[in-house]
């Protein structure tokens, strides 16, 4: 009975480190391919420059969409240097998407603990502490899926990003794609669009308003007025 118990037992252990062997063939294949994707993805950093400014992958969808829906408004979209854009309007959306943007190096840590804290404590997934910087990446190449692998080529790029633009242009470009409305994409669209004025010449109030439409700018915005939005928009302005 010896014999065969032992036989069987080498037989179990040879199929287990065959499996395993194969199991780290395809990990190492999978992470190849991955590099693969992000070296193919990758941005020319040297040639990011704010008269160069290009349509990000939202705007690109949003006028794929319209081809299809005729009902949509056309895409408005005007990009502007950073100092176009008054401090307050700067100051605003900083306050209201990322107080410790200055601070971090495109990953807050800190916001992340206080968001995963928030949704644990109240059993929903609803906080999810992303940065400008990481804002700013997924609106320029990726999409909104909430695709863990989207999500980790993201925070890859972000980092990128981050290693090799200023702080200011990395807000500049934030502030030039993101989205204020329906087809509405930028600061100084989102001014023209909300009052008929260039963003240079928002005051303090309407900047507020401004930053207050980005977590959710097609139901809450300037021209809708929720109250929601309008509670949103005084405590940006108070903490301004």
């Given at each position: ?24 063939r ?53 990009p ?29 840590v ?19 502490a992303?940065?400008?910087?990481q ?52 600061v ?53």
């Amino acid at each position: 009975m010896w014999l065969p118990f032992r036989f069987r037992h080498r037989r179990r252990s040879s199929r287990l480190r065959r499996r395993l062997v194969w199991a780290l063939r395809l990990g190492l294949l999978l992470i190849a391919l991955d590099v693969l994707y992000l070296i193919q993805i990758w941005p020319d950093w040297q040639a990011f420059t704010p008269d160069r400014m290009g349509k990000s992958n939202f705007m690109q969808d949003y006028e794929r969409r319209r081809q299809q829906d005729k009902t949509l408004p056309p895409l408005r979209w005007k990009p502007v240097p950073l100092n176009w854009i008054p401090k307050t309007v700067q100051r605003a959306v900083i306050v209201a998407e990322d107080a410790r943007f200055y601070e971090h190096h495109g990953f807050d840590v800190i916001a992340f603990q206080e968001a995963m804290r928030y949704n644990l404590e109240n059993r929903r997934l609803r906080y999810g502490a992303s940065t400008l910087s990481q804002q700013t990446v997924k609106n320029l190449y990726f999409s909104s899926s909430r695709n863990p692998l989207r999500k980790w080529h993201e925070l890859v790029v972000t980092l990128g990003m981050e290693f090799n633009l200023s702080k200011d242009r990395i807000l500049n470009t934030y502030l030039n794609i993101a989205e204020f409305g329906k087809g509405v994409y930028g600061v100084q669209a989102a001014a023209q669009y909300y009052w008929g004025l260039g963003v240079y010449s928002l005051n303090r109030w309407q900047a507020a308003q401004l930053a207050a439409t980005l977590p959710s700018p097609i139901k809450h915005n300037p021209r809708t007025r929720t109250s929601s939005f309008l509670r949103r928009a005084r405590r940006i302005y108070r903490r301004m």
